[in-house]
């Protein structure tokens, strides 16, 4: 189950599964505006179908630059394409969000290009320009919706982790921040005194009842699975070399940062979930590899099963 077989063939149930999902046309659409400057990510593409395949397409980006992080970084000390599976059937619990490209598919493909360039600067300062794209991509993402600036401060914690926080990497930030703003009102794509608040709509009163309990299902088993396969997997991970601490750090903050937004925020928890099976994904993954036996396939097979369980009942009810 760690092998490259395991990762395509759940990925291969998960695409059929969300393609059948929306021709039974139970999806439900995530309409409104909620940017501050911008429209946000669910008002990008009108039509439906082509909806679903920008949705299937950044997933599947999504997945490739996990690979990348994997082969480039040896993060989880073995040779495993486990995070690929998990994430593939968690993204399949949520069909009716799996669908659509919303600002949640945004924020989790830009939280894991982020992660990528983080990484590349372990110990190295003076890569400024990379800190500068990471923060110009966050704040760029901040006028389509809030959500991507509660993730400011873990990528300037991650700094710190990576051992390049200074003041050139403060700098860097900043101007990162600042430029994505000063670009769009200097073209005048954006007045920023005409700057207005997003209106909210809960998802809660968009959905019905039995679709209220199998969305807060996947996620509440997705938070739980998260933080219970950090606890165990920590243990081992006290013991890793300081680079892997590192970068199983941010990946850790990264994760309660999720679960904490989701918590917080949650008429708009949606928007957090893709970047929450990503991070829950990536630790689950991480706990049966330090823990790898002879039966860890039971606990593999029982988590596959739960999430694709949680999606037939979305498909029949």
């Not at 892997?244 to 928007?271: E, P, Q």
Request: aromatic letters at 14%; one cysteine or more; glycine letters at 6%.
């Amino acid at each position: 189950m760690h092998r490259s077989g395991f990762a395509v063939a759940m990925t291969a149930v998960a695409l059929a599964g969300i393609v059948v999902f929306y021709f039974t046309g139970s999806a439900v659409r995530i309409d409104g505006d909620r940017g501050f400057a911008l429209l946000s990510a669910n008002e990008w593409i009108p039509s439906p179908l082509a909806d679903m395949f920008a949705s299937i397409a950044a997933n599947a980006l999504v997945m490739v630059l996990l690979t990348l992080i994997l082969k480039s970084s040896n993060i989880l000390r073995s040779t495993t394409r486990l995070p690929l599976a998990m994430f593939a059937v968690m993204q399949l619990a949520t069909p009716s969000l799996a669908v659509q490209f919303y600002t949640g598919t945004l924020l989790c493909l830009t939280v894991t290009a982020c992660v990528a360039l983080t990484f590349t600067c372990y110990r190295a300062p003076w890569r400024t320009r990379r800190v500068f794209l990471i923060f110009f991509a966050l704040s760029l993402g901040t006028a389509t919706q809030y959500s991507f600036a509660i993730y400011m401060p873990v990528f300037l914690a991650g700094c710190a982790q990576m051992r390049i926080f200074n003041r050139r990497t403060l700098l860097a930030a900043l101007l990162g921040v600042i430029t994505p703003w000063w670009i769009l009102a200097g073209f005048g794509i954006v007045d920023l005194t005409a700057l207005e608040m997003p209106r909210f709509e809960s998802i809660f009163s968009i959905i019905d009842y039995s679709g209220t309990v199998l969305l807060l299902s996947a996620a509440g088993l997705t938070a739980l699975l998260s933080l219970a396969a950090f606890a165990a997997a920590s243990v081992k991970a006290i013991a890793y070399n300081a680079r892997t601490r590192a970068f199983n750090g941010l990946f850790a903050v990264l994760t309660l940062a999720s679960v904490v937004a989701m918590v917080a925020d949650y008429r708009n928890f949606i928007v957090y979930l893709p970047t929450l099976n990503l991070c829950a994904a990536y630790q689950t993954a991480h706990y049966f590899t330090v823990y790898r036996g002879e039966r860890s396939w039971i606990g593999i097979a029982s988590v596959c099963t739960l999430y694709i369980f949680i999606f037939v009942c979305q498909t029949v009810m």
